[in-house]
């Protein structure tokens, strides 16, 4: 059980660490063209760390939304605008205000 608990904490810890070079490489200007879903899934549990209080929010108000469409809300509240959020996916702003519209609050 000792051994079981170690592996998965240092995976924790990997994947922790994954998921933070992920949002530092979108921070610092990359995209997420080649981004697999679990990379969307690293990053975004990195971010659940990072941003919790805004990552809280994002889930109170929009469920248990794809970790794609988690990361579009975080940055829309980080306040990028839907040009800088395009950069970062690699589609056109009116895709990004588009694929925003289509993410249904919880309540209206």
């Not at 924790?12 to 998921?19: F, V």
């Not at 809280?56 to 306040?79: D, F, S, T, V, W």
Request: glycine share 4%; proline share 2%; with cysteine.
């Amino acid at each position: 059980l000792n051994n079981d608990i170690m592996v998965a904490s240092q995976s924790s810890a990997a994947n922790a660490q994954c998921g933070k070079e992920l949002y530092h490489h979108i921070k610092n200007g990359g995209t997420t063209v080649t981004w697999t879903k679990q990379d969307y899934e690293l990053c975004m549990a990195y971010c659940k760390i990072e941003f919790a209080e805004t990552m809280a929010e994002i889930e109170r108000c929009y469920g248990n939304i794809a970790p794609r469409k988690q990361l579009i809300m975080l940055l829309q509240h980080l306040n990028y605008d839907y040009a800088a959020i395009g950069r970062v996916l690699d589609i056109n702003s009116d895709s990004v205000r588009k694929n925003i519209a289509r993410i249904t609050p919880l309540t209206k």
